[in-house]
């Protein structure tokens, strides 16, 4: 079974008039596409003792954990427009 992963972005409306109000734009990941490889190497290459080091508690380890793994999605994963 494949999920997928929906991810909302916004953009800027490039007309004057509007210029303040944000578009969603909703992108999905094309895991099949996906260069697991190049994860697996971003992440191992990721100083994990100076991560956790940096980020004492669980809450600031977790979040610094997801934001890299997060960064490691997006540069690997092509995403679609829907």
């Known amino acids: 079974m494949w999920h997928s992963r929906k991810k909302r972005?916004?953009?800027?409306?490039?007309?004057?008039?509007i210029a303040?109000?944000?578009i969603p734009i909703l992108l999905t990941?094309?895991?099949r596409k996906a260069d697991y490889e190049g994860i697996a190497?971003?992440?191992y290459n990721i100083d994990w003792?100076?991560?956790v080091y940096c980020n004492p508690s669980a809450e600031c380890a977790w979040k610094?954990?997801?934001?890299?793994v997060w960064?490691?999605?997006d540069v690997y994963v092509p995403k679609n427009l829907v």
């Open 49 to 51: 003792y100076r991560l």
């Open 71 to 73: 960064n490691a999605v």
């Open 9 to 17: 972005t916004y953009i800027w409306s490039v007309f004057p008039k």
């Open 20 to 22: 303040s109000t944000l």
């Open 64 to 68: 610094a954990f997801v934001a890299v």
């Open 29 to 31: 990941y094309v895991w």
């Open 41 to 43: 190497n971003y992440l």
